[in-house]
């Protein structure tokens, strides 16, 4: 990979942050002003609220909703959701055009034509996606074997685009020991794609520059006052002091 290249990429993901999950998260996070964005638990509403901020004020008890979906569910969520794009808008120059895979490319390492399944996390797949991602390299490794083309488990991977090998989850382990698919994660699988050791940690530190324009401390703390004056809160908290 070249330099430009390489600064290509890092510049298309810096805008794929920006646009697919920085700006879902702020449209996201305003949502939570409405009561009706969580399934409250009235169990641990206040225990929540007071171990947040030692009180079960109605801000206090709006923080304990909010904090969780917004610094928690709500971006990881987008984040797994918006893989596909990553793949199509970041890594375009190796789309695959294989039913069932994402995309294509030679691995630095040992020289061999990848065919791989990209996913966003070392926890972000289920039970049935195991036999869903192995039926799909078996239809690849039939379709190669139909047009001539030799294809073995070596050629066929699962690539998860961060997180370390000892964070895979007991299905992306199945997917190898099961079913023999080489499962390729964070620092290395960047390092397969591209070649540059340097590239994983250059990419978080480019998206990185994105967060650094992240600032809705203001927003976020008008979205705690306004759920903070929701009528079901409103009477708990009078409840909770009467």
């Known amino acids: 990979m ?61 923080k304990a909703l909010i904090y969780p979906r917004a610094l928690g569910t709500s971006i990881n969520t987008s984040f797994g959701t918006q893989i596909q794009k990553f793949t199509s808008e970041v ?77 895979l989850s007991s299905h992306y382990k199945r997917i190898n020991l099961q079913y023999h698919y080489e499962i390729i994660i964070g620092e290395d699988f960047w390092y397969r794609l591209t070649g540059d050791k340097d590239f994983y940690s250059d990419l978080i530190k480019a998206v990185g520059e994105v967060a650094i324009d992240a600032n809705f401390k203001q927003e976020l703390e008008e979205v705690i006052i306004k759920l903070s004056k929701n009528k079901y809160i409103q009477e708990l908290t009078k409840e909770l002091n009467s």
């Open 2 to 62: 070249t330099l430009k290249e390489k600064n290509e990429i890092l510049e298309k993901a810096k805008l794929w942050f920006k646009k697919s999950i920085a700006e879902n998260h702020i449209k996201n996070t305003k949502k939570l002003s409405n009561i009706k964005e969580f399934n409250i638990n009235p169990f641990l509403l206040t225990y929540l609220s007071n171990f947040l901020e030692g009180n079960h004020s109605a801000k206090s008890i709006a």
């Open 91 to 167: 890594l375009a120059s190796y789309a695959s055009t294989t039913s069932g895979i994402d995309i294509e490319f030679i691995d630095q390492i040992d020289n061999e034509k990848k065919y791989c399944q990209l996913k966003s996390g070392p926890n972000t797949i289920n039970k049935d996606d195991v036999e869903t991602i192995a039926q799909h390299f078996t239809n690849v490794i039939n379709l190669g074997r139909t047009n001539g083309l030799k294809l073995g488990f070596h050629n066929l991977i699962v690539g998860v685009i961060y997180g370390e090998y000892g964070e």
